[in-house]
């Protein structure tokens, strides 16, 4: 899914308030993680996971299989934390068309 700007700044204020939900580990990004990450998306469409590493090259490397498993759409990187959203079958967040 392709979101526009207006899109991404209407998610990007609404995750504002969100707490992460799934925090990697010492273990890194593994099957269980994808699973807990997978398993939140359908619960609430839009997620921040918490990835605990100072490398640029890993994070992007770490985000970019999260979207990819998941399916899901990158919104934000900020730091350590990174913002996802998937619309799930029940639509529990109307996003603007454009």
Request: some cysteine; overall charge positive.
């Amino acid at each position: 899914m392709t979101l526009n700007k207006k899109q991404i700044q209407h998610l990007k204020g609404l995750a504002h308030s969100l707490k992460p939900i799934v925090l990697l580990g010492s273990n890194g990004l593994t099957e269980a993680v994808i699973a807990e990450i997978d398993y939140a998306l359908n619960h609430h469409e839009l997620i921040k996971v918490k990835i605990p590493t100072d490398d640029r090259e890993t994070k992007a490397l770490i985000v970019e299989a999260i979207c990819r498993e998941t399916n899901a759409t990158k919104v934000q990187v900020i730091g350590k934390t990174l913002i996802i959203y998937r619309q799930s079958d029940e639509k529990k967040i109307s996003i603007p068309k454009l």
